[in-house]
């Protein structure tokens, strides 16, 4: 495990060689569109971050009261399904005491308002983009249907409108929206295009957590806020800035009773570490994709960007008038550890618990496809030696397929002098299951459903998932943000059922090293070193059915129909 120094190393980029992302994403590229083969229009300039002259907003803690995200109420309802409008644009907020700051939000909301989802029940979002550049929106956790995944090049253009469904076809789960634009989606999170999606189920609502005004969502996140109120985009170690809900360093009112916090780390880039400072153990109860079986009693909650968790604290330990802050133990030295003060102001009748057993796991499949991914870090972040490319299958698969991945950081282990971080792998469309690091099983609050994973420096994490429920184009990545934005990210296609076949339409692509499982029976197959592109591939395979061949054609020629109008800056 990572002691706390390796925690403050793994909160920046540090180092020289690894200041390139950076330097390349923010200082010479206006409005945070970079020159791409890809070619996007440009936007116009943003306030370039000048250097001896920045002088940071005064950290003042406790200065706001916390808000809640404002809950969104649909436009309209049918018997199945929840519509939305939401309109991304800049607006001007109070982030430090004093200060305006202008942000990109949704619905005029940083973090952007909280979405409640119910499981079966569809949610339809009608986004349209009032920014100056491209957005992507996906729902973080999501099983989505690859058209309203939020692929980086289903871009909403500036002045477009998108629509997007969930059919909520997954358990109860505290997810997040947030834009993945390709290539910009670090910046549009980090200036503000994030928020929160709390999908319940009937079996997580009939539990006796505390729930209603006593289940809040807790958006934390870094920043860099200027002394006349600027946000700057820059490296980590440079935001000093914690900001919950919105606002730096906040205090909330809570009553002596039991509390269920959803904890996201929405920063873009940093891993935080949260306590109560007075070390007062409390109960984690979910991780991202649900409940977990049973509680699992921690003092300490350490989230990498993106990932999320659900705890169970009892402010009923404290005295009414009293305060307890909860503190970033993985600050930096130069930073202030306070994140939030808990201000316990009432009494109340508390009649939740935290049951025993939360939830029956899905037993973890048996897998009859291993495939490795080695993450790389100089002298750029990759995946497999390679950056993401659209046009590229990495990884090539079906419905059902179950697989194992080992994913290695290729970083040293702790070399005296050589700077190491941590990875965060993260997988659309479905929830995985962490098997253990360097072969060692992983505690309970990390055995759940998961589907964002910490890499830490030299270690093999493998993580176990069936490919479902739908097929289509998808994308795997690590979620710093700043590592995907420069291409640590792959794609996999995922065939309807049914195509497997020994043809080479659906033997391994070349993004990832797979190998048959030898308890299959399967032959071993070695994976196509070839860069080649897989576009004709992609419609002249065969398939075990007709029915299968079409479907896939039809898909792919709608992917390149809509590749085809991104180009051409039309799309809507
Ligand atoms: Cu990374």
Redesign the pocket.
């Known amino acids: 495990m990572l002691n706390r120094r390796d925690l403050l190393k793994a909160a920046t980029i540090g180092g020289p060689a690894a200041l390139l992302p950076w330097d390349r994403t923010w200082d010479r590229a206006p409005g945070g569109v970079r020159a791409s083969s890809l070619t996007l229009p440009a936007a116009p300039a943003a306030p370039a971050a000048s250097g001896p002259e920045r002088s940071t907003a005064r950290i003042a803690p406790f200065e706001h009261a916390m808000p809640l995200p404002p809950v969104l109420s649909p436009a309209s309802r049918t018997d199945t399904s929840d519509l939305y409008q939401l309109r991304m644009a800049e607006t001007q907020v109070e982030i430090v005491k004093g200060l305006q700051t202008t942000v990109r939000t949704y619905g005029g909301c940083f973090p952007g308002p909280t979405i409640r989802a119910v499981m079966g029940r569809e949610v339809v979002i009608h986004q349209t983009n009032d920014l100056s550049v491209h957005t992507s929106v996906h729902l973080h956790g999501g099983q989505v249907q690859s058209q309203y995944d939020g692929l980086p090049m289903d871009l909403i253009a500036p002045g477009a409108t998108r629509e997007y469904r969930y059919l909520n076809e997954q358990v109860a789960a505290s997810l997040w929206y947030h834009d993945h634009a390709h290539e910009l989606e670090a910046e549009n999170v980090y200036r503000g295009l994030a928020g929160a999606y709390l999908l319940s189920d009937p079996h997580e609502s009939g539990l006796p957590l505390p729930n209603g005004e006593f289940d809040i969502p807790l958006l934390i996140r870094d920043a860099r806020i200027e002394a006349d109120g600027r946000l700057i985009y820059t490296d980590p170690y440079e935001c000093p800035h914690m900001l919950v809900n919105g606002k730096e360093r906040p205090f909330f009112e809570v009553a002596a009773r039991r509390y269920r916090l959803r904890v996201f780390n929405v920063s873009p880039n940093r891993h935080i570490s949260v306590r109560l400072a007075d070390g007062t153990p409390f109960h984690q109860i979910a991780s991202d994709g649900g409940l977990l079986a049973g509680p699992v009693e921690l003092n300490e909650l350490t989230l990498a960007g993106a990932e999320r968790a659900e705890i169970v604290v009892d402010f009923a330990r404290y005295p009414v008038g009293t305060s307890i802050v909860l503190e970033n133990t993985a600050a930096l030295e130069s930073e202030r550890s306070e994140v939030l003060r808990f201000d316990i102001t009432r009494a109340a009748e508390d009649q939740s618990r935290v049951p025993d057993v939360l939830a029956t796991l899905p037993p973890i499949p048996e897998a009859t496809v291993h495939r490795e991914f080695d ?1 790389t ?1 100089f002298p750029d ?1 990759r995946i497999n030696g390679r950056k993401y490319d659209p046009n590229r299958t990495d990884v090539r698969t079906t419905l059902g397929s179950s697989e194992i991945w080992t994913i290695r ?1 290729h970083l040293t282990r702790k070399p005296a002098g050589v700077f190491h ?5 993260h997988t659309h469309l479905v929830r995985f299951r962490v098997l253990d690091r360097d072969g060692v099983p992983v505690g309970p609050a990390e055995a759940g459903l998961k589907d964002t994973v910490t ?1 830490h420096p030299g270690e093999a994490v493998r993580i176990a998932m069936t490919w479902g429920a739908y097929p289509g184009e998808y994308v795997y ?4 943000m ?3 934005s420069h291409g ?1 990210m792959g794609r996999i296609d995922v065939l309807p059922a049914g195509s497997e076949d020994n043809s080479s339409d659906s033997s391994p692509s070349s993004g990832a090293k797979e190998s048959e499982a030898k308890e299959s029976g399967a032959k071993e197959s070695q994976a196509k070193e070839s860069g080649a592109k897989e576009s004709g591939a992609r419609t002249s395979g065969s398939s075990a059915s007709g029915a299968g061949r079409r479907r896939r054609r039809h898909r792919f020629h709608h992917h390149a129909r809509r590749r085809h109008h991104h180009r051409g800056r039309k799309h809507r």
Do not use: K
């Not at 971080?421 to 792998?425: D, E, I, K, R, V």
């Not at 990545?477 to 710093?480: D, E, P, S």
């Open positions: 993450l870090t972040t950081n971080a941590p990875h965060s792998f890499i990545h690590c979620h710093h700043v590592h995907s640590q």
